[in-house]
């Protein structure tokens, strides 16, 4: 695990975390995995490193950190949302912890459905998958 956290700690400490290398390759491993175990660790850890920032007074703006959160869930959704949802199960996050408030934005940025609900993510429903859905963010 201390190898994977470093390179955890590694895309957190970029310049450009979203744009690094070893974000894109963590979202290529994801992607091809659809395991939330890799998302499980990397959420957790991610969470400390917030929970680090805040503590240190250096909190600062988190915009990195949701599109993390975006661009894993663009990876795999299904993997996310089972990566977070046992997270908050096995009692490793609270509703508190700042990675949760974090998903949450990266959440809002999803793109939607407006044929079938403009609360629906996606895709879920016949129109979603039928190719006539019309997209949007919000």
């Given at each position: 695990m201390r190898a994977r956290h470093d390179t955890f700690v590694g895309v957190f400490r970029a310049a450009d975390p979203p744009?690094?290398?070893?974000?894109?390759l963590l979202c290529d491993?994801?992607?091809a995995t659809h395991d939330p175990k890799l998302l499980h660790e990397f959420l957790a850890v991610l969470n400390r490193d917030l929970v680090q920032r805040v503590e240190s007074g250096a909190a600062g703006d988190v915009a990195?950190?949701?599109k993390l959160?975006?661009?894993?869930?663009?990876?795999s959704p299904d993997a996310m949302?089972?990566?977070?949802?046992?997270?908050?199960?096995d009692g490793t996050l609270w509703f508190h912890d700042p990675v949760?408030?974090?998903?949450?934005?990266?959440a809002s940025q999803a793109p939607r459905c407006s044929i079938c609900s403009p609360t629906w993510p996606t895709p879920r429903a016949s129109c979603c998958s039928s190719?006539?859905?019309?997209?949007?963010?919000?």
């Open positions: 744009g690094s290398d070893d974000f894109r491993q994801v992607a990195w950190a949701v959160c975006v661009g894993l869930t663009d990876a949302a089972a990566a977070l949802g046992a997270l908050v199960n949760i408030a974090v998903a949450f934005e990266a190719g006539s859905a019309r997209w949007r963010r919000w």
